[in-house]
Protein backbone atom coordinates (compact mmCIF):
# COMPACT_ATOMS: atom_id res chain seq x y z
CA UNK A 1 0.00 0.00 0.00
CA UNK A 2 1.36 3.59 -0.71
CA UNK A 3 0.65 6.48 1.35
CA UNK A 4 0.66 10.24 0.47
CA UNK A 5 1.86 12.68 2.56
CA UNK A 6 -1.35 15.17 3.10
CA UNK A 7 -0.34 18.68 3.08
CA UNK A 8 -1.04 19.96 6.49
CA UNK A 9 -0.45 22.68 8.44
CA UNK A 10 1.82 22.17 11.31
CA UNK A 11 0.30 23.80 14.26
CA UNK A 12 2.87 24.22 17.42
CA UNK A 13 2.89 25.77 20.92
CA UNK A 14 4.16 29.41 20.56
CA UNK A 15 6.19 28.56 24.19
CA UNK A 16 7.94 25.19 22.74
CA UNK A 17 9.22 27.23 19.23
CA UNK A 18 10.39 30.10 21.62
CA UNK A 19 13.01 27.56 23.43
CA UNK A 20 16.25 27.32 21.90
CA UNK A 21 17.76 23.15 22.02
CA UNK A 22 20.17 22.83 24.64
CA UNK A 23 23.59 24.16 24.05
CA UNK A 24 25.03 21.24 25.57
CA UNK A 25 23.65 18.84 23.49
CA UNK A 26 25.42 20.20 20.21
CA UNK A 27 29.40 19.61 21.81
CA UNK A 28 28.36 16.17 23.11
CA UNK A 29 26.84 15.16 19.49
CA UNK A 30 30.25 16.78 17.68
CA UNK A 31 32.15 14.80 20.61
CA UNK A 32 30.64 11.57 19.75
CA UNK A 33 31.25 11.40 16.09
CA UNK A 34 35.18 11.59 17.10
CA UNK A 35 37.92 9.64 18.79
CA UNK A 36 40.55 9.98 20.96
CA UNK A 37 37.92 12.29 23.02
CA UNK A 38 38.73 13.44 26.60
CA UNK A 39 35.16 14.23 27.54
CA UNK A 40 35.05 17.32 30.62
CA UNK A 41 31.36 18.10 29.71
CA UNK A 42 29.25 15.30 30.98
CA UNK A 43 27.65 16.74 34.60
CA UNK A 44 27.46 13.16 36.41
CA UNK A 45 30.09 11.22 38.27
CA UNK A 46 32.54 8.92 36.69
CA UNK A 47 31.55 6.30 39.46
CA UNK A 48 29.12 3.11 38.87
CA UNK A 49 26.47 3.21 41.23
CA UNK A 50 27.40 0.92 43.98
CA UNK A 51 27.04 -2.48 43.88
CA UNK A 52 24.66 -3.35 46.87
CA UNK A 53 22.31 -0.65 45.34
CA UNK A 54 22.06 -2.13 42.03
CA UNK A 55 21.36 -5.44 44.25
CA UNK A 56 18.16 -4.00 45.86
CA UNK A 57 16.70 -3.26 42.48
CA UNK A 58 17.32 -6.36 41.04
CA UNK A 59 15.78 -7.96 44.23
CA UNK A 60 12.87 -5.99 43.60
CA UNK A 61 12.74 -7.74 40.45
CA UNK A 62 13.37 -11.21 41.77
CA UNK A 63 10.79 -10.55 44.04
CA UNK A 64 7.97 -9.55 41.38
CA UNK A 65 7.53 -5.78 43.13
CA UNK A 66 6.94 -4.30 39.60
CA UNK A 67 4.01 -2.49 40.11
CA UNK A 68 2.88 0.96 40.64
CA UNK A 69 4.13 2.34 43.78
CA UNK A 70 2.05 5.51 45.32
CA UNK A 71 2.07 8.45 43.16
CA UNK A 72 4.16 10.39 45.51
CA UNK A 73 6.52 7.15 45.70
CA UNK A 74 6.97 3.94 48.32
CA UNK A 75 6.42 5.21 51.57
CA UNK A 76 9.69 3.70 52.66
CA UNK A 77 11.52 5.90 51.02
CA UNK A 78 9.90 9.32 51.63
CA UNK A 79 9.74 8.12 54.85
CA UNK A 80 14.44 7.53 54.48
CA UNK A 81 14.29 11.02 52.80
CA UNK A 82 12.90 12.72 56.29
CA UNK A 83 15.38 11.26 58.15
CA UNK A 84 17.75 12.11 55.73
CA UNK A 85 16.50 15.37 55.55
CA UNK A 86 16.72 16.27 59.26
CA UNK A 87 19.82 14.81 59.84
CA UNK A 88 22.06 16.03 57.31
CA UNK A 89 20.35 19.44 56.47
CA UNK A 90 18.30 19.91 59.96
CA UNK A 91 15.31 20.18 57.77
CA UNK A 92 12.11 18.54 58.51
CA UNK A 93 9.22 17.48 56.57
CA UNK A 94 6.35 15.17 56.88
CA UNK A 95 6.51 11.91 54.25
CA UNK A 96 3.19 11.50 54.26
CA UNK A 97 2.17 14.93 52.34
CA UNK A 98 5.32 16.84 52.54
CA UNK A 99 7.40 14.75 49.94
CA UNK A 100 7.17 13.23 46.31
CA UNK A 101 9.76 11.08 44.71
CA UNK A 102 10.22 12.44 41.01
CA UNK A 103 11.37 11.27 38.16
CA UNK A 104 15.15 12.93 38.49
CA UNK A 105 15.04 16.08 40.41
CA UNK A 106 14.71 18.07 36.74
CA UNK A 107 10.89 16.52 36.83
CA UNK A 108 10.55 18.02 40.25
CA UNK A 109 11.52 21.26 39.13
CA UNK A 110 9.07 21.41 36.19
CA UNK A 111 6.13 20.52 38.64
CA UNK A 112 7.09 23.27 41.68
CA UNK A 113 7.14 25.48 38.62
CA UNK A 114 4.03 24.60 37.29
CA UNK A 115 2.10 24.42 40.62
CA UNK A 116 3.51 28.05 41.64
CA UNK A 117 4.31 30.01 38.30
CA UNK A 118 0.93 32.15 36.33
CA UNK A 119 1.36 33.80 32.65
CA UNK A 120 2.80 36.69 33.35
CA UNK A 121 4.64 36.00 36.79
CA UNK A 122 8.51 37.40 36.81
CA UNK A 123 10.73 34.76 38.28
CA UNK A 124 14.50 35.51 38.91
CA UNK A 125 17.12 33.06 38.21
CA UNK A 126 20.34 33.52 39.51
CA UNK A 127 23.01 33.03 36.36
CA UNK A 128 25.04 31.33 35.45
CA UNK A 129 22.33 28.46 36.07
CA UNK A 130 21.79 24.81 34.48
CA UNK A 131 20.41 25.31 30.76
CA UNK A 132 17.02 24.13 32.04
CA UNK A 133 15.57 26.72 34.19
CA UNK A 134 14.99 29.52 32.15
CA UNK A 135 13.17 27.01 29.37
CA UNK A 136 10.91 25.35 32.40
CA UNK A 137 9.72 29.35 33.75
CA UNK A 138 9.08 30.14 30.31
CA UNK A 139 7.08 26.76 29.24
CA UNK A 140 4.81 27.85 32.47
CA UNK A 141 3.96 31.17 30.90
CA UNK A 142 6.30 32.96 33.38
CA UNK A 143 8.84 35.36 32.95
CA UNK A 144 12.30 34.78 33.33
CA UNK A 145 14.15 37.36 34.90
CA UNK A 146 18.24 37.20 34.81
CA UNK A 147 20.46 38.25 37.91
CA UNK A 148 23.78 37.94 37.27
CA UNK A 149 27.01 36.63 39.30
CA UNK A 150 30.25 37.20 38.70
CA UNK A 151 33.94 35.29 39.16
CA UNK A 152 34.90 38.20 40.77
CA UNK A 153 32.54 37.70 43.80
CA UNK A 154 32.85 34.12 43.18
CA UNK A 155 29.70 33.90 41.54
CA UNK A 156 27.93 34.29 44.59
CA UNK A 157 24.43 36.48 44.09
CA UNK A 158 24.25 39.99 45.78
CA UNK A 159 21.02 41.01 47.93
CA UNK A 160 21.56 44.20 45.76
CA UNK A 161 21.60 42.40 42.42
CA UNK A 162 18.35 40.43 43.33
CA UNK A 163 16.66 43.70 44.91
CA UNK A 164 17.44 45.72 41.37
CA UNK A 165 15.48 42.95 39.30
CA UNK A 166 12.58 43.12 41.63
CA UNK A 167 9.29 44.60 40.19
CA UNK A 168 5.67 44.11 41.26
CA UNK A 169 5.25 40.79 38.98
CA UNK A 170 7.89 38.75 40.70
CA UNK A 171 6.48 35.78 42.41
CA UNK A 172 10.03 33.58 43.33
CA UNK A 173 13.66 33.06 42.82
CA UNK A 174 15.46 30.36 41.91
CA UNK A 175 18.50 29.40 44.12
CA UNK A 176 20.70 26.44 42.98
CA UNK A 177 24.04 26.15 45.55
CA UNK A 178 26.23 24.55 45.09
CA UNK A 179 26.27 25.69 41.53
CA UNK A 180 26.37 24.16 38.13
CA UNK A 181 28.18 25.71 36.32
CA UNK A 182 30.21 27.50 38.37
CA UNK A 183 30.60 25.54 41.65
CA UNK A 184 29.58 28.17 43.85
CA UNK A 185 28.32 27.75 47.31
CA UNK A 186 26.81 30.34 49.27
CA UNK A 187 27.37 30.55 53.18
CA UNK A 188 24.62 30.77 55.80
CA UNK A 189 25.15 34.72 56.39
CA UNK A 190 24.64 35.72 52.73
CA UNK A 191 21.71 33.46 52.31
CA UNK A 192 20.10 35.01 55.63
CA UNK A 193 20.57 38.46 53.75
CA UNK A 194 18.58 37.10 50.92
CA UNK A 195 15.94 35.58 53.04
CA UNK A 196 15.16 38.41 54.52
CA UNK A 197 14.67 40.32 51.16
CA UNK A 198 12.72 37.09 49.70
CA UNK A 199 10.45 37.50 53.36
CA UNK A 200 9.67 41.43 52.83
CA UNK A 201 8.59 40.47 48.97
CA UNK A 202 6.86 37.55 50.10
CA UNK A 203 8.88 35.26 47.33
CA UNK A 204 8.85 31.79 46.82
CA UNK A 205 12.03 30.19 46.73
CA UNK A 206 12.66 27.18 44.75
CA UNK A 207 15.70 25.49 45.88
CA UNK A 208 17.55 23.36 43.79
CA UNK A 209 20.49 21.31 45.84
CA UNK A 210 21.10 18.40 43.95
CA UNK A 211 24.68 19.02 44.46
CA UNK A 212 24.35 19.74 48.54
CA UNK A 213 26.10 16.89 49.90
CA UNK A 214 29.58 17.88 46.96
CA UNK A 215 30.07 20.83 49.52
CA UNK A 216 34.18 20.92 50.52
CA UNK A 217 34.83 23.53 52.14
CA UNK A 218 32.38 24.09 54.62
CA UNK A 219 29.08 22.41 55.52
CA UNK A 220 25.89 22.91 52.84
CA UNK A 221 23.29 25.38 54.25
CA UNK A 222 19.88 24.70 53.17
CA UNK A 223 17.56 27.17 52.45
CA UNK A 224 14.73 25.86 54.28
CA UNK A 225 16.76 25.83 57.19
CA UNK A 226 17.36 29.39 57.77
CA UNK A 227 14.50 30.89 60.53
CA UNK A 228 11.10 31.78 58.46
CA UNK A 229 12.01 30.20 55.52
CA UNK A 230 10.93 26.62 55.40
CA UNK A 231 7.02 27.41 54.61
CA UNK A 232 8.05 29.43 51.36
CA UNK A 233 10.99 27.13 50.36
CA UNK A 234 10.45 24.29 47.74
CA UNK A 235 13.98 22.15 47.82
CA UNK A 236 14.26 20.11 45.14
CA UNK A 237 17.12 17.44 44.76
CA UNK A 238 18.10 13.57 44.46
CA UNK A 239 19.80 10.36 44.12
CA UNK A 240 21.67 11.78 40.76
CA UNK A 241 25.28 13.35 41.84
CA UNK A 242 25.38 12.51 45.39
CA UNK A 243 24.68 8.61 45.03
CA UNK A 244 26.02 8.22 41.64
CA UNK A 245 22.83 7.55 39.92
CA UNK A 246 21.83 9.73 37.49
CA UNK A 247 20.52 7.36 34.69
CA UNK A 248 18.05 5.98 37.38
CA UNK A 249 16.28 9.12 37.74
CA UNK A 250 15.11 9.39 40.88
CA UNK A 251 14.90 11.94 42.50
CA UNK A 252 12.46 14.38 45.23
CA UNK A 253 10.60 17.46 46.16
CA UNK A 254 10.36 18.32 49.57
CA UNK A 255 8.02 21.27 50.69
CA UNK A 256 4.90 22.27 53.08
CA UNK A 257 1.65 20.34 52.36
CA UNK A 258 -0.38 22.95 50.26
CA UNK A 259 2.96 23.27 47.34
CA UNK A 260 3.33 19.60 47.78
CA UNK A 261 -0.50 18.87 47.26
CA UNK A 262 -0.35 20.82 44.14
CA UNK A 263 2.59 19.17 42.48
CA UNK A 264 1.78 15.96 43.13
CA UNK A 265 -1.51 16.77 41.13
CA UNK A 266 0.58 17.30 38.00
CA UNK A 267 3.28 14.26 38.99
CA UNK A 268 0.11 11.94 38.90
CA UNK A 269 -1.32 12.64 35.53
CA UNK A 270 2.14 13.44 34.15
CA UNK A 271 4.24 10.99 35.20
CA UNK A 272 2.13 8.35 37.79
CA UNK A 273 5.03 7.48 39.71
CA UNK A 274 8.72 7.39 39.42
CA UNK A 275 9.98 3.41 38.43
CA UNK A 276 9.21 1.26 40.99
CA UNK A 277 12.59 -1.31 40.53
CA UNK A 278 14.29 2.57 40.66
CA UNK A 279 12.79 3.78 44.36
CA UNK A 280 13.99 0.18 45.60
CA UNK A 281 17.82 1.18 44.49
CA UNK A 282 17.24 4.49 45.82
CA UNK A 283 15.77 3.45 49.22
CA UNK A 284 19.42 1.08 49.68
CA UNK A 285 20.97 4.22 48.90
CA UNK A 286 19.55 6.06 51.59
CA UNK A 287 20.13 3.27 54.10
CA UNK A 288 23.64 1.80 52.52
CA UNK A 289 25.08 4.35 50.84
CA UNK A 290 26.48 7.32 52.84
CA UNK A 291 29.92 5.54 52.97
CA UNK A 292 30.28 5.62 49.18
CA UNK A 293 29.07 8.51 48.50
CA UNK A 294 31.39 9.95 51.34
CA UNK A 295 34.91 8.21 49.33
CA UNK A 296 33.58 9.81 46.21
CA UNK A 297 33.57 13.46 48.28
CA UNK A 298 37.07 12.99 49.19
CA UNK A 299 38.47 11.83 45.77
CA UNK A 300 36.14 14.91 44.24
CA UNK A 301 37.71 17.56 46.65
CA UNK A 302 41.28 15.85 45.41
CA UNK A 303 40.52 16.63 41.90
CA UNK A 304 39.80 19.71 42.03
CA UNK A 305 42.40 21.25 44.24
CA UNK A 306 44.65 19.23 41.28
CA UNK A 307 42.67 20.49 38.57
CA UNK A 308 41.92 24.40 39.09
CA UNK A 309 45.68 24.96 40.50
CA UNK A 310 46.76 23.30 36.63
CA UNK A 311 44.45 25.44 34.75
CA UNK A 312 45.77 28.46 36.79
CA UNK A 313 49.48 27.10 35.42
CA UNK A 314 47.83 26.70 31.80
CA UNK A 315 47.41 30.36 32.07
CA UNK A 316 43.56 30.35 32.84
CA UNK A 317 42.18 32.57 35.30
CA UNK A 318 39.75 30.17 37.81
CA UNK A 319 37.95 30.76 41.02
CA UNK A 320 37.85 27.88 43.70
CA UNK A 321 34.68 26.27 43.12
CA UNK A 322 33.20 25.25 46.62
CA UNK A 323 31.27 22.42 45.82
CA UNK A 324 29.31 20.49 42.83
CA UNK A 325 32.19 18.90 40.37
CA UNK A 326 33.08 21.93 37.77
CA UNK A 327 35.42 24.06 37.15
CA UNK A 328 34.47 27.42 35.16
CA UNK A 329 37.74 28.80 33.91
CA UNK A 330 38.19 32.48 32.52
CA UNK A 331 38.62 31.89 28.67
CA UNK A 332 39.26 35.92 27.75
CA UNK A 333 42.69 35.84 28.16
CA UNK A 334 42.49 34.09 24.62
CA UNK A 335 40.40 36.63 22.60
CA UNK A 336 37.93 33.75 21.78
CA UNK A 337 33.98 33.46 22.48
CA UNK A 338 33.13 30.59 25.12
CA UNK A 339 32.14 28.84 21.83
CA UNK A 340 34.86 29.81 19.83
CA UNK A 341 37.26 28.05 22.46
CA UNK A 342 35.17 24.93 23.10
CA UNK A 343 35.06 23.95 19.52
CA UNK A 344 38.67 24.79 18.92
CA UNK A 345 39.12 22.79 21.96
CA UNK A 346 37.44 19.77 20.87
CA UNK A 347 38.89 19.99 17.31
CA UNK A 348 42.53 20.83 17.96
CA UNK A 349 42.81 18.84 21.43
CA UNK A 350 39.95 16.40 21.71
CA UNK A 351 39.21 17.66 24.76
CA UNK A 352 35.13 18.62 25.36
CA UNK A 353 33.94 21.45 27.25
CA UNK A 354 30.95 23.56 27.01
CA UNK A 355 31.05 26.74 25.73
CA UNK A 356 29.75 28.88 29.02
CA UNK A 357 27.22 31.08 27.14
CA UNK A 358 24.60 27.73 27.44
CA UNK A 359 24.59 28.78 30.90
CA UNK A 360 22.71 32.37 30.81
CA UNK A 361 24.52 35.48 29.19
CA UNK A 362 26.90 35.83 32.58
CA UNK A 363 28.22 32.73 31.77
CA UNK A 364 30.18 34.18 28.33
CA UNK A 365 33.73 34.41 28.86
CA UNK A 366 34.11 31.35 30.63
CA UNK A 367 33.88 27.41 29.61
CA UNK A 368 32.67 24.18 32.09
CA UNK A 369 35.19 22.01 32.68
CA UNK A 370 33.74 18.61 35.10
CA UNK A 371 36.74 17.12 37.00
CA UNK A 372 34.58 13.98 37.87
CA UNK A 373 36.57 12.22 35.47
CA UNK A 374 40.00 9.96 36.32
CA UNK A 375 42.92 11.74 37.69
CA UNK A 376 44.68 9.97 34.87
CA UNK A 377 41.83 11.68 31.75
CA UNK A 378 42.46 14.96 34.31
CA UNK A 379 46.03 14.72 33.84
CA UNK A 380 45.95 14.46 30.01
CA UNK A 381 43.23 17.22 29.44
CA UNK A 382 45.33 19.67 31.48
CA UNK A 383 48.36 18.52 29.04
CA UNK A 384 45.86 18.86 26.42
CA UNK A 385 44.54 22.40 27.91
CA UNK A 386 47.97 24.01 28.10
CA UNK A 387 49.12 23.19 24.54
CA UNK A 388 46.19 24.70 23.55
CA UNK A 389 46.38 27.61 25.47
CA UNK A 390 50.10 28.03 24.79
CA UNK A 391 49.44 28.26 20.72
CA UNK A 392 46.92 30.60 20.83
CA UNK A 393 48.44 33.35 22.79
CA UNK A 394 51.76 32.65 20.10
Not at 63 to 87: C, D, F, K, Q
Not at 113 to 141: H, I
Not at 253 to 267: D, E, F, G, S, T
Not at 314 to 333: D, K, N, T, V
Amino acid sequence: MTYVKAEHNVKLSRNVEGIAPSGIRRFFDLASSMDNIISLGVGEPDYTTPWNVREASIHSLERGLTSYTANAGLMELREEISRYMEERFQTTYDPADEIIVTVGASEGLDIALRAVVDPGDEVLVVEPCFVSYAPLVSLTGGVPVPVPTSMENNFQVSVEAIRERLTPDTKAIMLSFPNNPTGAVMGKAELEEIAALVKEHDLVVFSDEIYAELSYDEEHVSTAALEGMWDRTVLISGFSKSFAMTGWRVGYVCAPAPYAKAMLKIHQYAMMCASTMAQYAALEAMKNGRQEMEEMIVSYRQRRNYFVESLREAGLECHSPGGAFYAFPSIRATGMTSEEFAEKLLIEQRVAVVPGHVFGAGGEGHVRCSYAASMSQLEEAVDRIAAFVKNVRN
